[in-house]
C-alpha cells in the first residue's frame, strides 16, 4: 500500500496494458496459479510489506511462484524498500527507483471503450480463482457516476477508502473512482487499531480534512472492541466528516448504531462484489437519501433490476421472503463482461442457474418499502429440521449483546436435524463476566427473537475469528473443520493460525473430531 502501487496501476490504464494486482504476502504456490492464468509480461512488486508487528520480505515468495509457475514474466520491477532489501536476479530483475531515474513520459494509447482495463482474483467456491475482467469505457461511466450520486463527492472533496488496492474495493475507490472525479484519494498502510491506536482512522480525517470515509464494518468492530466508548474520538477535530460508507460483509444493527452515536453523521451501508465494481443496492446521499433501516443496504441502484426468486422453482417470491437475490439482465455499465480466458466458466458461474439473470451467490428478501435486506451467502442459508434459516439473521442477535465484538455463526451437521446452528463470540476488550454466563444470554436472545425454531443451543467464545484480509469472516472454512470435510487453506486468510483455534473451539463443543486439510 505504497504510492508506487498505483503509479503502476495507472502506468498500466495509460498504456493500455492489462494490469492484475494481488496484495502482497501472497503465499507462493497461489500467486504461481494466479500467474499461469494471466501469463504475465511484467511482474511489479515492492520488496516488502508492513504488518503491524512484522515485516513480510515479499521476494523470495515472488521468486519461489515464478520458479512454480509455467508461465515466466520477462521481467520483474522491484521497489526496494528501506526496511527490506531484496535479492535481485541478474538479467530478470529491475530496480524501481534506477529506472524511473532514467525515465521518459508515454503519450495516453487509445484503446476500445470494451478492451479490458484490469483482471481481479476473487475466490470461487471451488478454491480456484476467478479471473474477473473489468472494461475500460463501463468503468469509468459507473464509477464517475457512483463517485457523486451515491457518495456525495465533487471536485476538490478529501475522499478517503480504507481499504487495499489488492481488493475491488480499492480499484474502484482508491484508484480510478475518485480521481476520475478529481478527488484527493487517500492512501493508507495501516491497520484501523494498532498503527498506533483505536483513534488513527480520527486522525487522518481530522488531518486531511476528509469529507467522507468507505470501510468494511470489520473495521469498525475492530474499533468498538478496542475502545467501546469512542474516547480516542474526542481528542479529534472532525468537523469537515459528513458520511461514513460500509461494504464487503453485513453491517450488523450494532455496529450501525455505535458508528452513528460516535459520529453524528448518516452511516451508509451499501452492497457490492468483486465481479459488480460498484453498488447493487445503496442510499444515494448525491441524489436522495432514503431513511436508513437497519440490516438493509437500502434500495436497488439506477441500472439495477434486482429480484429476489426460489432457488428450486426459479420464480419470485412474495416481498419479505427470502431466497436468491438476482439480477435481471442486461447489467449495467462497469459490471464484469467475463472471466479471463473463461467464458464458459462466466456462463456457468454466473448466468446457469437463473436464465436470464445475474446470479449473486447472494440470500436476502425485499420488503414491502423496497429496501434490500442481504441477509448471508447462499450457502450460508441453513435448513434446521425443514425450516431454512438464514445465519446471519442469527448474527443479529449476538451482535446485539453488549459484551459481544463480533460473532459468526455457521451451520453444522446434525443427524436429527440436518443441520443446526453454532455460534463464535468474540468479546469486546476489558469483558471479565464469565463467558458460560454470556453464552447463556445469547441463546436466549435467539430463543426469544428468532424462536425455538432456531434451534440455537450452542456457542463458544473465541479470541478472535478467521478471516480474510479485506476482513471477511471465512464461515465456509469454519464448517467444514466443524463437519471433519477436507478445506483448502483460503488463499486470503489473514492469519491461519487461527484455523487452529477454531478447531480447538470446535473439539470442545463436541464437533471437529481430527483434521484433515487439501493441499
Known amino acids: 500500500m505504497i504510492p508506487e502501487a498505483v503509479v503502476a496501476m495507472l502506468a498500466c490504464a495509460r498504456l493500455g496494458a492489462i494490469h492484475s494486482v494481488v496484495f502482497g504476502g501472497f503465499a507462493a504456490n497461489e500467486l504461481a496459479v494466479r500467474i499461469n492464468d494471466a501469463k504475465p509480461k511484467v511482474i511489479v512488486s515492492a520488496s516488502c510489506g508492513i504488518e503491524v508487528q512484522r515485516i513480510v520480505p515479499y521476494k523470495p515468495l515472488l521468486d519461489e511462484a515464478i520458479a512454480m509457475a509455467d508461465a515466466k514474466p520477462e521481467l520483474c520491477i522491484i521497489k526496494q524498500r528501506p526496511m527490506e532489501k531484496a535479492e535481485m536476479i541478474s538479467g530478470r530483475d529491475l530496480d524501481w527507483d534506477e529506472l524511473i531515474a532514467g525515465a521518459t513520459p508515454h503519450d495516453c494509447v487509445p484503446v476500445a471503450a470494451t478492451d479490458p482495463l484490469y483482471i481481479l482474483y476473487t475466490s470461487g467456491t471451488t478454491g480456484i480463482p476467478k479471473g474477473v475482467v473489468r472494461d475500460n469505457g463501463g468503468n469509468v461511466v459507473a464509477l464517475k457516476w457512483t463517485m457523486s450520486a451515491i457518495y456525495n463527492m465533487q ?9 487495499d488496492v489488492g481488493w475491488v474495493v480499492g480499484h474502484s475507490y482508491i484508484v480510478y473512482g475518485p480521481l476520475f472525479k478529481g478527488c484527493t484519494t487517500i492512501l493508507f498502510e495501516g491497520k ?5 491506536d483505536a483513534g488513527v482512522f480520527w486522525r ?7 469529507k467522507a470515509l468507505f470501510t468494511a464494518p470489520t473495521a469498525f468492530r475492530a474499533i468498538k472492541r478496542e475502545d467501546p466508548n469512542a474516547e480516542e474520538m474526542k481528542k479529534y477535530d472532525l468537523s469537515s466528516f459528513e458520511a461514513l460508507f460500509m461494504a464487503g460483509e453485513r453491517l450488523d444493527p450494532d455496529t450501525l448504531r455505535w458508528a452513528e452515536n460516535a459520529l453524528g453523521v448518516p452511516v451508509i451501508d451499501h452492497w457490492w462484489q468483486t465481479e459488480t465494481g460498484w453498488a447493487i443496492a445503496g442510499n444515494f446521499l448525491g441524489l ?8 438493509s443496504a437500502t434500495k436497488p441502484s439506477p441500472g439495477w ?5 426460489d432457488p428450486t422453482a426459479k420464480e419470485p417470491v412474495p416481498r419479505g421472503e427470502i431466497g436468491a437475490l438476482v439480477a435481471k439482465l442486461p447489467l449495467p455499465p462497469g459490471t464484469l463482461p467475463t472471466l479471463w480466458n473463461n467464458d464458459e466458466g462466466f456462463l456457468n458461474s454466473y448466468l446457469k442457474e437463473f436464465p436470464g439473470y445475474y446470479q449473486t451467490g447472494d440470500a436476502g428478501y425485499i420488503d414491502e418499502d423496497g429496501y434490500v435486506f442481504v441477509m448471508t451467502r447462499t450457502d450460508d442459508i441453513i435448513n434446521v429440521a425443514g425450516h431454512r434459516l438464514s445465519t446471519g439473521a442469527m448474527e443479529e442477535v449476538l451482535a446485539d449483546h453488549p459484551d459481544v465484538a463480533e460473532c459468526a455463526v455457521v451451520g453444522v451437521e446434525d443427524s436429527l436435524k440436518g443441520q443446526v446452528p453454532i455460534g463464535f463470540l468474540v468479546l469486546n476488550a476489558g469483558v471479565s463476566r464469565d463467558p458460560d454466563e454470556i453464552i447463556k444470554e445469547v441463546i436466549q436472545m435467539v430463543r426469544e427473537r428468532i424462536g ?3 434451534s440455537f443451543k450452542k456457542a ?3 479470541k478472535r475469528l478467521p478471516k480474510t484480509r479485506s476482513g471477511k469472516i471465512l464461515r465456509g472454512t469454519i464448517q467444514k473443520i466443524a463437519d471433519n470435510k477436507p478445506y483448502r487453506m483460503p488463499a486470503t486468510i489473514d492469519d491461519p493460525a487461527i484455523l487452529g483455534e477454531m478447531e480447538e473451539a470446535l473439539i470442545k463443543l463436541g464437533y471437529a473430531k481430527a483434521r484433515e486439510k487439501e493441499g
Open 288 to 295: 436522495y437519501k432514503f431513511p436508513v433501516k437497519e440490516g
Open 204 to 210: 487522518i480525517i481530522s488531518d486531511h480534512k476528509v
Open 155 to 163: 471536485a476538490g472533496d478529501v475522499w478517503w477508502t480504507a481499504s
Open 452 to 454: 425455538p425454531i432456531a
Open 192 to 196: 484501523p487499531v494498532g498503527t498506533p
Open 460 to 462: 463458544t467464545v473465541v
Open 305 to 309: 433490476n434486482l429480484q429476489v426468486l
